[in-house]
């Protein structure tokens, strides 16, 4: 294994599609990005396709980032994507690359861990976490240097974890109500921006101190704080990187760093208890999940380097 070789990894999130080339030492070539087809999964899987066509003559796999559950390839509970539930993603691609290629498909809270942990923050770190903030909240848990999969290959499902009573049936659940999507829509819309998708408008508001927005995003990172310190006293983790989009704002992160202050400064009882871990923003930004869903596959093919 060396340098030269080359995989084809893809990242499907809920709002684009990246992807890109990526060596068998975690060192992206190229990388580009569409909007992810929502309509139905023959659209879908026509521009799955078109992106591999495009550099299937010249990889020797393709690694694939999914969210949901992944169990040999198939997917349950695809998030935004509800048409991939019970797709078998894996054996479709196989079949278009004519069973040419190496294929492995993995979910992308795990991916993002993997990436850490292969090439990022975490390639020391035994016991680590990721926390991914997109179009729900996906995850990765690794124990004793193991990544931890669970009975039914759905551990680090952190969007079907209940975060408000208050609420009513999905909405109670933190992926439904803490998005980061959910955040820029609700911060875009009570300072009146007409595009409530605009991410990169709203944290340029964000970072220049109107309260509002900072107010908002203060809550929102609260509540993933919470998230971290219910994780925290149930697997007892040394760090964890937050994941996602919006963790290339350092903001973020940070704001994250002082809601978990903040915690356990108003429960002593947890600052007494629970060790407290490290928070650190994505050593890759965007592009992690290509890095990591290319370990995934060289792990299967036990060719990592």
Not at 70 to 84: H, K, W, Y
Not at 150 to 179: C, P, W
Request: net charge negative; with cysteine; proline share 2%.
């Amino acid at each position: 294994m060396n340098e030269l070789t080359v995989y084809l990894s893809i990242d499907i999130g809920g709002t684009y599609i990246k992807y890109g080339e990526v060596t068998s030492t975690g060192t992206i070539l190229n990388h580009a990005k569409v909007v992810t087809p929502k309509q139905n999964l023959t659209t879908f899987l026509a521009t799955i396709y078109k992106i591999i066509s495009q550099y299937q003559s010249d990889v020797a796999g393709v690694a694939v980032s999914v969210p949901g559950k992944v169990d040999e390839g198939t997917i349950s509970f695809g998030g935004a994507l509800d048409f991939l539930d019970g797709v078998n993603l894996g054996r479709l691609i196989k079949e278009y690359v004519k069973e040419a290629l190496a294929v492995k498909v993995e979910n992308d809270g795990k991916a993002n861990l993997l990436a850490e942990m292969w090439r990022g923050a975490f390639r020391k770190v035994q016991n680590c976490g990721a926390v991914v903030l997109g179009t729900g909240i996906g995850g990765g848990i690794a124990l004793n240097g193991n990544l931890v999969y669970g009975e039914h290959q759905q551990a680090g499902e952190l969007s079907f974890m209940v975060n408000d009573f208050h609420l009513t049936g999905k909405d109670r659940l933190i992926g439904y109500n803490s998005s980061a999507v959910s955040l820029v829509s609700t911060i875009a819309e009570s300072l009146g921006i007409r595009d409530s998708n605009n991410g990169q408008k709203v944290f340029e508001i964000i970072n220049d101190g109107n309260p509002i927005a900072i107010h908002l995003l203060e809550s929102f990172c609260k509540k993933i704080a919470y998230l971290l310190v219910n994780i925290q006293s149930v697997v007892d983790l040394s760090a964890y990187v937050i994941g996602g989009g919006i963790s290339s704002q350092p903001i973020v992160t940070q704001t994250i760093n002082q809601q978990y202050d903040a915690i356990l400064d108003e429960i002593p009882v947890l600052k007494k208890t629970l060790v407290r871990p490290q928070i650190v923003p994505s050593t890759y930004g965007n592009q992690t999940n290509l890095i990591g869903a290319t370990y995934s596959l060289l792990r299967a093919q036990d060719q990592v380097s």
